[in-house]
């Protein structure tokens, strides 16, 4: 079997875009795919998912303190945690990082777990190769979205630069939601 991608942009002035993945599966007696589809639209006037994570483009990018706030309301997980590992995927032009997580303060879908003898949830998150991701010390919130089941990084602030940033939103009263710190 060959694995193959073929990646598409959704420009901005499209309203809709359908997003397919299809994995070939070997049955006993023939070759059947399994697809998956994802549909996102501006129905309301407002994107389901930015644009700028579908694209990829800027996924590299630090996100500023307006967009980290954000990230902890809107995102699909939210995940405080460390790099435990980094795979590259040079077929793919995709890294997938290995998540110890110490604390899932939310997820949309089951992505991080205890795994094992561990009290602490386990998981993996996707981000483009292009972004040099590295294993090393130092507590991240992990923040994302869900594309096709899979964990995507959006934002990931050192938790200590995360907490200033959200402390000082509070004073001002500001945050446009609230998170339990600790």
């Known amino acids: 079997m060959l694995s193959r991608v073929q990646c ?13 993945q299809a994995t070939p599966h070997q049955d006993i007696s023939r070759r059947i ?4 589809y994802e549909l996102r639209g501006d129905w309301d006037g407002r994107l389901v998912l930015p644009l700028n994570k579908l694209s990829m483009e800027g996924a590299c990018r630090p996100c500023n303190d307006t967009e980290i706030l954000m990230a902890m309301c809107t995102s699909d997980f939210v995940v ?10 040079n077929e793919l032009q995709e890294s997938v990082i290995g998540i110890s997580a110490t604390r899932v303060h939310r997820q949309k879908f089951t992505l991080f777990q205890p795994r094992g003898h561990s009290m602490r949830s386990q998981g993996e998150i996707r981000t483009p190769i292009s972004c040099g991701v590295k294993p090393g010390p130092g ?6 979205w ?10 990931a602030p050192r938790y200590k630069d995360f907490k200033r940033i959200y402390e000082s ?7 446009p939601c609230e998170i339990s710190l600790d």
């Open 146 to 155: 869900v594309h096709f089941g899979d964990a995507w990084l959006g934002c």
């Open 139 to 144: 507590s991240f919130l992990f923040m994302g």
């Open 169 to 175: 939103a509070t004073k001002l009263h500001s945050n």
């Open 33 to 36: 795919s399994a697809i998956r």
């Open 80 to 89: 405080r945690g460390n790099i435990k590992s980094v795979e590259n995927n």
């Open 8 to 20: 598409f942009t959704w420009l901005p002035h499209q309203k809709v875009a359908l997003f397919l």
